[in-house]
């Protein structure tokens, strides 16, 4: 019933997003009987409710197309609708050969410069078709020629506004990203610039609106203070260069002029009156500066100062910026003036330090609110996986990436397995085992600190896990130990392809994820063992009788639901007692243990091993008959009758007997389901033992 629902709302839809189309269909029809063309007949209230319902359909589906959105769909239905009422107008003017027709071409051209897709496609045909079928059937004009050069015309209208369309929106969707882009690097650049993050920490974060607002609020500082030495020294240009990073230059960091002539940049960093501030880092001052001279660096070309003063702005006795001041009238800076452009220097950095430690600030409370959440989180999880993948996501957001990793150390075997791995080539490296070796990896367990010492990473030189198993295109790279009660437990990888991505910083934030991620992982594998210690048997790893018995009742539900069988295998050794008489009760534990590894080799994948009790094995088998389970037991039987055990006083050989029952042909509970089984079992041992027997 939901179904025919369903379709006929469909229905319903299709109806009403279509109806306005073949209504549009219907208005052209009357072109194809000439019903506009001149002489055939006289214009009256036919023609009048045509036109009528041409724009009242128009009009109409105007609206819903502005209120609910343009589609494909309804671009089309448009472009139908307003070339059918120009082909209209155009044949009540006299046709292909009217002062009109032109206005098709336009019309097609319109509608496929807007249409997006196959809808513009679908106009552009429908066009050619609408004006040959008016044209032939409408006005009975079959010259080929005149009917080829308007389908022609028509076509390269058509065709071209669509394509030239396309590319402009290409085009500008193009300049926009660039301009994006642009303004993204131009943040960067700016905090560079500003030394807002520290010279450790130079990573890319996602951090961009904070470092925007703090190079607004720096710029905003340098301005007011320019601003305010511009008008209280009568100076003609105040400008504060700066040094960039990539090369001995010097740009443009903020500016108050009166002058139409300063340059760009950037500059040369030792050229010409700025250099000698630059290069000897103490004030240098020019006066009465003869027409024409041209070293000022950030004018275009001669300038028309007379003084100037440069005065370098230094931090721990490293060049930071250049502030420097120019005045168009003779009067040379004295004393006073250049003690305040001192001070200045001074208010400069200072905003410097205040936003820099803002931003320092506002990323250490970001890690630590990171921490604390995955922290929280960590404390709830139970399972290593759960942990892994919440410690992975808490690297992503602490520090950017490209690659990361969750390796776990075996000390039993002095192995490595890599648990996790996220990113690039993440498949190539997740469940990777390997011995303790010369890599970085095993190095960092050893040693217990992280590697590499400066995060840079090499791949040619320096092995991540194995020397096959290599890290590419990688340029940083940080292990870190996980280490808990003072037992390393593995390893937590980071690498990203951007050189200097882990600076100290945040590798002390990873270090202390890595604390935390440790933690966790020990205490999601003791909740690992303590769940294996309740549902094991201790000597032969076989699931325990609770253990049998939870899965009875959950496989028997799941096989009553589906109408699925369930068979119980139930094994017993014979003459077990005269085993530990004889051989001794050491010898009889490893025949126990020996039975539990034969029922784990011959059992199925699905199958699930229990030590019932004492020397009682069973083997539940899913979706398996009668038969099968007769096929399994007689297996296990002959397995194990063929099987030596080695005691002190010689091999020993035992055999079991097995008892099969199903369900539901033999039981309907999974309590029923042992009972029968339980009797199956003592009718083999009645027959003479090592034997199987169904009730």
């Known amino acids: ?43 009256g209230w036919l023609h009048l409710s045509w036109v009528v319902a041409w724009i009242a359909l128009f009009g109409h589906r105007t609206h819903n197309a502005y209120r609910q959105g343009a589609d494909p769909r309804s671009a089309f239905e448009l472009g139908v609708l307003l070339l059918v009422g120009v082909q209209a107008l155009v044949q009540f003017r006299g046709g292909i050969g009217s002062d009109l027709y032109p206005l098709t071409f336009v019309a097609v051209a319109l509608v496929a410069s807007f249409a997006v897709g196959l809808a513009g496609i679908g106009v552009v045909v429908f066009a050619l078709a609408l004006g040959l079928a008016t044209a032939f059937f409408g006005e009975q004009i079959s010259d080929p020629l005149l009917l080829g050069v308007n389908a022609l015309f028509i076509v390269c209208f058509g065709a071209l506004s669509h394509l030239f369309t396309r590319a402009e929106i290409v085009r500008v969707r193009r300049k926009s990203d660039l301009e994006l882009a642009a303004q993204k690097e131009k943040v960067k650049d700016d905090t560079r610039l500003f030394r807002l993050v520290a010279p450790s920490s130079d990573r890319v974060r996602d951090e961009e609106r904070l470092y925007e607002t703090s190079v607004q609020e720096v710029r905003q500082a340098l301005y007011h203070a320019l601003q305010l030495l511009h008008r209280t020294l009568d100076l003609h240009t105040c400008v504060l260069l700066m040094p960039s990073d990539e090369a001995e230059q010097l740009c443009i960091a903020e500016l108050v002029t009166n002058s139409d002539d300063v340059a760009d940049g950037p500059f040369a960093l030792g050229a010409g009156a700025v250099g000698a501030a630059v290069r000897r880092k103490v004030t240098a001052s020019l006066q009465q500066i003869r027409p024409g001279y041209g070293g000022i660096c950030y004018y275009r070309g001669p300038a028309s100062v ?32 250049e003690e305040l452009l001192r001070d200045s220097t001074s208010h400069i950095l200072r905003a410097f330090e205040n936003e820099r430690v803002f931003v320092q600030l506002e990323s250490a409370k970001r890690e630590q609110e990171t921490l604390y959440r995955v922290s929280q989180a960590l404390s709830t999880a139970l399972t290593q996986d759960v942990v892994m993948e919440l410690g992975l996501t808490a690297a992503k957001e602490i520090a950017p990436h490209d690659f990361a990793a969750i390796t776990e150390y075996q000390p039993e075997g002095r192995r490595h397995v890599v648990r996790r791995a996220a990113g690039e080539r993440a498949l190539d490296f997740q469940g990777l085992r390997f011995r303790d070796n010369a890599s970085l990896t095993a190095m960092v367990v050893k040693n217990r600190h992280y590697l590499p010492y400066r995060g840079e990473f090499d791949s040619k030189q320096q092995v991540l896990f194995t020397k096959k198993a ?24 980071v690498a990203a392809k951007a050189s200097g991505a882990f600076g100290t910083s945040v590798r002390e934030t990873l270090q202390a994820l890595a604390n935390q991620l440790a933690v966790a992982m020990a205490n999601a594998r003791s909740v690992r063992l303590l769940e294996e210690l309740a549902t094991t048997d201790g000597l032969t790893g076989c699931l325990n009788k609770r253990a049998l018995l939870d899965h009875m009742e959950q496989k028997l539900m799941a096989a009553q639901r589906f109408g699925r069988k369930l068979s119980l295998i139930v094994t017993d050794l014979d003459h077990f007692k005269a085993v530990n008489d004889t051989y001794g009760h050491a010898a009889g534990d490893r025949v126990l243990k020996e039975l539990g590894e034969v029922l784990r080799r011959v059992k199925r994948e699905t199958d699930i091993v229990a030590r019932f009790g004492g020397e009682e094995f069973c083997v539940l088998c899913e979706e398996t008959d009668l038969r099968g389970a007769q096929l399994l037991a007689e297996r296990v039987r002959e397995e194990l009758e063929k099987t030596e055990v080695l005691t002190e006083l010689g091999p020993l050989k035992v ?32 027959r003479g033992r090592n034997q199987v027997c169904t009730v």
Do not use: N
């Open 306 to 337: 007379r003084s100037f003063i440069a005065v370098p702005v230094l931090e721990r006795g490293h060049l930071r910026a250049v502030l420097c001041a120019d005045r168009v009238i003779d009067r040379a800076f004295g004393p006073e003036e």
């Open 1 to 43: 019933m939901t179904a025919l629902v369903q379709a006929a709302l469909r229905v319903r839809r299709t109806a009403r997003s279509a109806w306005g189309l073949a209504a549009a269909f219907l208005l052209a029809a009357f072109l194809l009987a000439g019903f506009f063309v001149p002489g055939s007949r006289e214009l």
């Open 655 to 686: 055999t079991a007997s097995l008892g099969v029952a199903t369900f539901p042909d033999h039981a309907s509970t999974a309590a029923d389901l042992f009972v029968q089984g339980d009797k199956a079992l003592y009718e083999a041992k009645h």
């Open 470 to 493: 290599k890290l590419k295109a990688m340029e940083s790279l940080l292990v870190l130990p996980l280490v808990a009660c003072e037992e390393p437990i593995g390893t937590l990888i």
